[in-house]
């Protein structure tokens, strides 16, 4: 079981080819409504087998609930939930008991678990359980929605070819719902059909691509998160890196801040009314590790798919042998539209907790 959060737990556990995966979340409080049918749409998005730049597994990803729901409201108990595995292909993994496949987690498990970890469908280490992730990440946004902070992500690029970028300032609600409507989830449907055609020439030859994620998140206030070790890029970070394959995160301008000078880095601010603002959004929303008021915005950079049927040199560790491997079975050619939604449902996550953790600094305060 894979731990996350300080007063909002959400515990993932299972595996690729388990008979179930789950999640059991707790600090939710009680009288939450849950919208199941919004839950069911955004777990589709992930879902594997909808179209060709995805796996052709095919699986449901239907929630079934255990606890902490009564009649479509949180009872205040912890949230178990369990999808079960139906359409696991487990012989096509019969020839890597000893044959790490290049990219994976295999030779890393193996040295760490003695050889006694199950690496079908990449055991724990898949991506297969962002399903649970979402249950949680999806049952959070909208508790998150009903004070005013949503997240939206989209492909921001794959293999160098770019869609648009949400505004760093004024990005909307109307904004996120105009991707979230889409079953290839990019602002820009031209620069989308590129994106798709760069996928398909790589399938086709057997091989995958990797790429970027955008996510922007409003409403949240200023004041959230902590300098040094608990800022809110902290944790948003470490958190991000529980989703398999992420080799990066960027916040605001990021690495384009580098080749800036602070008078065209700086974010100057101005009064909108009452509220203070930024014109530019350099910093991502976060200043010093707590937020400004301005949106969140980051990308999170995905590693290409590491199982392609193309031919790869490896190692046999039972007869200590270089080999030549040809791996089998369904996988993504680029994962990065199917990672959009675990995007979001992690930045819920955190920010729930965070909020969570704001709320109960305060309250200490004034007893």
């Given amino acids: 079981m894979f731990d996350f959060g300080k007063i909002l737990k959400v515990n993932v556990f299972g595996a690729s080819h388990a008979p179930d995966i789950g999640v059991l979340i707790t600090g939710i409080p009680k009288g939450e409504k849950i919208d199941f049918d919004e839950l069911l749409s955004f777990m589709k998005r992930r879902a594997p087998g909808n179209n060709p730049f995805s796996t052709p597994r095919k699986e449901d990803d239907i929630p079934e609930f255990i606890t902490g729901i009564e009649n479509g409201v949180t009872s205040g108990e912890p949230i178990k939930a369990i999808i079960k595995n139906t359409n696991v292909k487990s012989k096509d993994y019969g020839n890597l008991e000893f044959v790490p496949r290049p990219g994976h987690a295999d030779y890393t498990a193996y040295i760490k678990y003695g050889g006694k970890e199950d690496m079908r469908g990449g055991g724990k280490f898949s991506g297969r359980l962002t399903a649970p992730i979402c249950i949680a990440g999806g049952i959070i946004k909208q508790i998150l929605a009903r004070r005013g902070i949503f997240m939206g992500a989209h492909i921001f690029a794959v293999h160098g070819i770019k869609d648009d970028?949400?505004?760093?300032?004024?990005?909307?609600?109307?904004?996120?719902?105009?991707?979230?409507?889409?079953?290839?989830?990019?602002?820009?449907?031209?620069?989308?059909?590129?994106?798709?055609?760069?996928?398909?020439?790589?399938?086709?030859?057997?091989?995958?691509?990797?790429?970027?994620?955008?996510?922007?998140?409003?409403?949240?206030?200023?004041?959230?998160?902590?300098?040094?070790?608990?800022?809110?890029?902290?944790?948003?970070?470490?958190?991000?890196?529980?989703?398999?394959?992420?080799?990066?995160?960027?916040?605001?301008?990021?690495?384009?801040?580098?080749?800036?000078?602070?008078?065209?880095?700086?974010?100057?601010?101005?009064?909108?009314?009452?509220?203070?603002?930024?014109?530019?959004?350099?910093?991502?929303?976060?200043?010093?590790?707590?937020?400004?008021?301005?949106?969140?915005?980051?990308?999170?950079?995905?590693?290409?798919?590491?199982?392609?049927?193309?031919?790869?040199?490896?190692?046999?560790?039972?007869?200590?042998?270089?080999?030549t491997l040809e791996i089998k079975g369904r996988h993504d050619p680029c994962i990065v539209q199917r990672a959009v939604p675990v995007v979001e449902a992690v930045s819920a996550m955190v920010l729930y907790d965070m909020l969570l953790q704001d709320e109960a600094l305060k309250n200490r305060k004034e007893e």
Avoid: H
Avoid at 167 to 191: A, Y
């Fill in 165 to 323: 970028r949400f505004s760093p300032t004024d990005v909307s609600l109307k904004d996120f719902e105009n991707v979230w409507q889409k079953d290839f989830p990019v602002i820009n449907d031209q620069k989308g059909e590129a994106i798709k055609q760069e996928i398909l020439k790589y399938k086709e030859q057997k091989n995958s691509v990797g790429g970027i994620v955008e996510c922007s998140v409003t409403g949240v206030p200023a004041g959230i998160g902590e300098p040094m070790f608990y800022g809110v890029e902290n944790q948003m970070s470490s958190a991000m890196f529980a989703i398999p394959a992420v080799k990066g995160i960027e916040f605001g301008a990021g690495f384009d801040a580098s080749e800036m000078t602070g008078s065209e880095n700086n974010d100057d601010f101005y009064f909108d009314g009452e509220v203070v603002k930024t014109k530019t959004n350099n910093c991502g929303g976060i200043l010093g590790g707590i937020t400004n008021g301005m949106p969140i915005n980051f990308k999170v950079a995905f590693k290409p798919t590491p199982s392609i049927a193309l031919p790869q040199t490896s190692i046999d560790i039972s007869e200590k042998k270089e080999t």
